[in-house]
């Protein structure tokens, strides 16, 4: 009885967590997507609270991404405040050819590594996300314009990552994000937003 009662509040405990970040996600990409610097409070404390999801969950990779998100919401945050205005950048194809081998290549090594040493949840699919997702928040702390279109593809792939590790909130709020991109790059392409 008290072993069920215990499994319930856990399980309560990570709903309420998941809930909350879920709002502080929103938050952060309604700042991002207006170019506001106070956005990258609001990651920061989504990723903070995801560390521990999924590490109670054991998505390994999800785990030190989430980490290095927080970190990165404290450089997001720095960079953007570093200048008066920052303008919107766009790279060029070969950058992004380029980009795209060097992290597939990055994310199949991970993946490898981690099926055959670890018990991590989705290996492959997992390093992907993670990788790719890095990579798209570094375009975004220089913002530059095609973090979105990565985004779009980040956060589909999230919603089936999320929704097989039962988090459906969370692969709710990766739906949303999804929305919110599109926005997101719309809003960067017709304003050329600057940086508060």
Known sequence: MFLEWAFCLHLFCLSFLEIIAFIAGIVYLIGIGKSRRWG?????????????????????????????????????????????????KKRNLAFHLAAIASCSILALSIGFTLEHFTDQALPIQDAFIGVFALFATVLTILHILENWYYWLLINLASVYLFSLQELYITAGLFLVNFAMSVWGLYAWKTNKNECV
């Open 40 to 88: 990258w409070w609001f990651g920061g404390i989504n990723a903070g609270i995801y560390v521990y999801l999924c590490l109670e969950l054991s998505l390994y990779v999800q785990t030190v991404l989430q980490f290095i998100y927080v970190l990165l919401a404290f450089v997001g945050y720095w960079n953007w405040g570093r200048e008066e205005v920052h303008q919107v």
